[in-house]
């Protein structure tokens, strides 16, 4: 009976370990299109309503609930704290990266977008947002088949540990 049971767990192990690591593929994915999202909009707020860039972060981040729109509400946060633009963008990106979904190559995209905000007129402020709308969609494309591939030899993998592992224990 306990042999049973413990190969039961074992294989719910094996299994579960395989679908958690498949899981941060797609929560990547998840983030990427959410970002690119919430940046299309940010990109729109800043063309057409020419509000200060932190009223613009707090209404583009309520549109969404995920790790870039809290991005947002910690720059905006540290904007009314007197900080440059770039410096709360980084420093915002800095403080939130151990909760972050993104791989860092994501992260340089949105680093180097800080370079650009706020240092020109809305019609170059919005071209800013081009290059790094550009890089993230490839990315998406990357995740997007990262997920696919991978997610997919992750679960099959936990689970064939877990069948390999119980065929041995019996």
Known sequence: MFKILGCIMIF????????LKSASYKSRRTELENTIELLR???MDITYRK????KTFVKTADLKE???SDLLISCSDLLALHMTIEEAWRTSIER????CPLCCDDL???KDLAMG???SDTTGQSSVFEPALLRLTSALH???EQEKKQGRMYRSLGISAGLVIVILFL
């Open 108 to 110: 340089e995209v949105l």
């Open 142 to 144: 990357e995740a997007s």
């Open 41 to 43: 909009m940010l990109q």
């Open 51 to 54: 509000d200060s860039l932190q």
């Open 96 to 99: 939130s990266m151990a909760m």
């Open 66 to 68: 995920c790790w870039f």
């Open 117 to 119: 905000l706020g240092k």
């Open 12 to 19: 719910a192990g094996s299994t579960c370990i395989g679908l």
